[in-house]
C-alpha cells in the first residue's frame, strides 16, 4: 500500500502559468482533501470532495479548481498561477467526510510561482 | 468559524526530559481533535486524537489530555528522543470533513 501519493514533488512555476497537482489514494477511501501549508499558519483547507462526484470549498478556494476523476484520483489545477499561491500543497484522504475519521497525508508538492 | 491557536512555536527539550504543547479552540461544538507529526520533508501524520467524551488518552509516552470547558487540548510526550524532533499540529473539527489546525510547535530533543 502506498497510501496516498502525489506528483510532482516540486515545481517551478513563472507568474500567469498553469499546472495541475496529482494525487491518488489506494485506500478505498470516499474522501479527499487538498491543503496548502504557509509558514506560520499551518495547513488550510482549499477544496474538498467528500465522495465521488461532490467536490465543495475549503477556507481558501480562490485561485483553484479540482476534479475528482474517480474514487482513487482528486486533481488540483491552478488556472493562472500568481506568487501568493507559492506553499506546500497536501492532498489527504479518510474512509468518509465524518468527524473523526482519521486523515492520511501525501507527501506534498513544494510550488514556487515566480 | 473555528480558530485554533497552539503554543508555544518552538519547543527545545533534553533528551529524557518531556515536552508539553498546548492548544486552545473557540468552537464549542469541535468534539474531536486530533495531533499530527510532521517530520522534515513528509506530509502531517496522525499520532493521536481524541473526542470530547474522553478526557485523557494514553499511547506509551504520548498523552493528549481535554479540558471542554476551558476549550483547551494538550499534548504530553514523556521521556523524550531524539526522533520525537519534528513539527507538531494540533486541529479540531466542528463539522464534518473540516479540520481546523494550530499553526505548529517546531520540537527539538538535543542530547
Known amino acids: 500500500n502506498a497510501g496516498v501519493t502525489q506528483t510532482p514533488k516540486f515545481q517551478v512555476l513563472k507568474t500567469g502559468q498553469s499546472m495541475t497537482l496529482q494525487c491518488a489514494q489506494d485506500?478505498?477511501?470516499?474522501?479527499m482533501y487538498w491543503y496548502r501549508q504557509d509558514p506560520g499558519m499551518g495547513l488550510r483547507l482549499i477544496y474538498y470532495s467528500a465522495s465521488e462526484g461532490t467536490t465543495d470549498k475549503g477556507e481558501v478556494p480562490n485561485g483553484y479548481n479540482v476534479s475528482r476523476l474517480n474514487k482513487r484520483e482528486f486533481s488540483l489545477r491552478l488556472e493562472s498561477a500568481a506568487p501568493s499561491q507559492t506553499s506546500v500543497y497536501f492532498c489527504?484522504?479518510?474512509?468518509?467526510?465524518?468527524?473523526?475519521?482519521?486523515?492520511?497525508f501525501g507527501p506534498g508538492t513544494r510550488l514556487t510561482v515566480l | 468559524g473555528e480558530n485554533v491557536e497552539q503554543h508555544p512555536s518552538t519547543l527545545s527539550v533534553q533528551e529524557g526530559d518531556s515536552a508539553v504543547i498546548k492548544c486552545t479552540y473557540s468552537?464549542?461544538?469541535?468534539?474531536?481533535f486530533p495531533w499530527y507529526k510532521q517530520e522534515l520533508g513528509k506530509g502531517p501524520q496522525l499520532i493521536i486524537d481524541?473526542?470530547?467524551?474522553?478526557g485523557e488518552k494514553k499511547d506509551q509516552r504520548i498523552a493528549v489530555t481535554l479540558n471542554k470547558t476551558a476549550k483547551h487540548f494538550s499534548l504530553h510526550i514523556t521521556e523524550t528522543q531524539p526522533e520525537d524532533s519534528a513539527v507538531y499540529f494540533c486541529a479540531a473539527s466542528s463539522t464534518a470533513s473540516k479540520l481546523t489546525f494550530g499553526t505548529g510547535t517546531r520540537l527539538q530533543v538535543t542530547l
Open positions: 481524541i473526542r470530547s467524551n474522553v
Open positions: 489527504a484522504s479518510s474512509e468518509r467526510a465524518r468527524r473523526g475519521d482519521t486523515q492520511y
Open positions: 468552537d464549542s461544538a469541535s468534539n474531536y
Open positions: 485506500m478505498n477511501h470516499n474522501s
